[in-house]
């Protein structure tokens, strides 16, 4: 089964699927009209690993996260994918318990050290750039708020401030 899309989206050479604006232009009632969660794969710091590595290498490194995503998502009735600014890569599984989103998330996990040792990239040092959440979703603005009320968004807003 693939992964659902809504309508034609723009796809980004780089990443292959849609940012967030793009999604949420799309009809995504049938998204958020039911219980659901997210899966946010955040790769931590990728500005500062373009410039100490390149960006050739951070480039390697989305692609090992974005093909894990898809390919794994893809086997899950109705999971969207897009990505949401720079950093975050989200997956939606309406109508998935807690439970089912934790063996979801190993699976994608698993599939990106697979992805990553196939390019022959250093697993370790990238594990340090990957964080998940899971949070449980019922509306487009129910998943704003949990996004970002998340704890890394929520440290980095207290820095910025100096609060």
Same mark, same amino acid.
């Given at each position: 089964?693939?992964?659902k899309?809504?309508k034609?989206?723009?796809?980004?050479?780089?990443?292959?699927?849609?940012?967030?604006?793009?999604?949420?232009?799309?009809?995504?009632?049938?998204?958020?009209?039911?219980?659901?969660?997210?899966?946010v794969f955040?790769?931590?710091?990728?500005?500062?690993?373009?410039?100490k590595?390149?960006?050739?290498f951070?480039?390697?490194?989305?692609?090992?996260?974005? &093909?894990?995503?898809? *390919?794994?998502?893809?086997?899950?009735? %109705? @999971? =969207?994918?897009?990505r949401f600014?720079?950093?975050?890569?989200?997956?939606?599984?309406p109508?998935?318990?807690?439970?089912?989103?934790?063996e979801i998330?190993l699976?994608?996990?698993?599939?990106?050290?697979?992805?990553?040792?196939?390019?022959g990239?250093?697993?370790?040092?990238?594990?340090?750039?990957?964080?998940?959440? &899971?949070?449980?979703? *019922?509306?487009?603005?129910?998943?704003? %708020? @949990? =996004?970002?009320?998340?704890?890394?968004?929520?440290?980095?807003?207290?820095r910025?401030?100096?609060?």
């Amino acid at each position: 089964m693939e992964t659902k899309t809504l309508k034609t989206l723009y796809w980004t050479y780089l990443t292959a699927i849609p940012n967030f604006f793009d999604f949420i232009d799309a009809d995504v009632s049938e998204v958020f009209g039911k219980k659901g969660s997210f899966i946010v794969f955040n790769i931590v710091s990728l500005r500062k690993i373009n410039e100490k590595y390149g960006r050739e290498f951070g480039d390697l490194h989305t692609k090992a996260l974005i &093909k894990a995503i898809t *390919t794994i998502s893809s086997k899950y009735k %109705k @999971s =969207y994918c897009f990505r949401f600014g720079s950093n975050d890569f989200v997956v939606i599984l309406p109508n998935y318990t807690t439970k089912q989103i934790n063996e979801i998330s190993l699976e994608i996990k698993e599939q990106y050290k697979d992805n990553v040792n196939s390019l022959g990239l250093n697993r370790a040092q990238l594990n340090k750039f990957m964080i998940e959440y &899971k949070k449980e979703i *019922t509306s487009v603005e129910d998943f704003m %708020k @949990s =996004y970002l009320t998340l704890p890394r968004y929520f440290e980095s807003q207290k820095r910025v401030n100096g609060i």
